[in-house]
């Protein structure tokens, strides 16, 4: 993971840990390093996590379909499985 990522690698793991430790997304969002949030525009119905600086790992729920609140937005409780899309510097 380190010729990929270099230096972020240690983060990028610390982060897959974090996903891997939490029961759902509701949780993972409740932890102040991550700053989980949904992506907007033609990103909708991706999440993102910050990594460190402008790196980002970005992610969908891995649910079909997919668990709705009844306003429409995602149940983050219910999200218990993700995809991994791709780490970037999106910024």
Request: with cysteine.
């Amino acid at each position: 993971m380190s010729k990929t990522y270099g230096t972020t690698a240690k983060l990028v793991n610390q982060r897959i840990q974090e996903f891997l430790a939490s029961q759902n997304l509701f949780v993972l969002g409740t932890l102040p390093g991550p700053r989980c949030h949904e992506l907007k525009g033609s990103r909708k119905g991706e999440l993102a996590v910050i990594i460190s600086g402008n790196w980002r790992i970005i992610f969908e729920p891995n649910h079909d379909p997919l668990p709705l609140k009844t306003d429409g937005g995602l149940d983050w409780q219910k999200i218990t499985s993700i995809k991994i899309l791709e780490v970037i510097d999106y910024h």
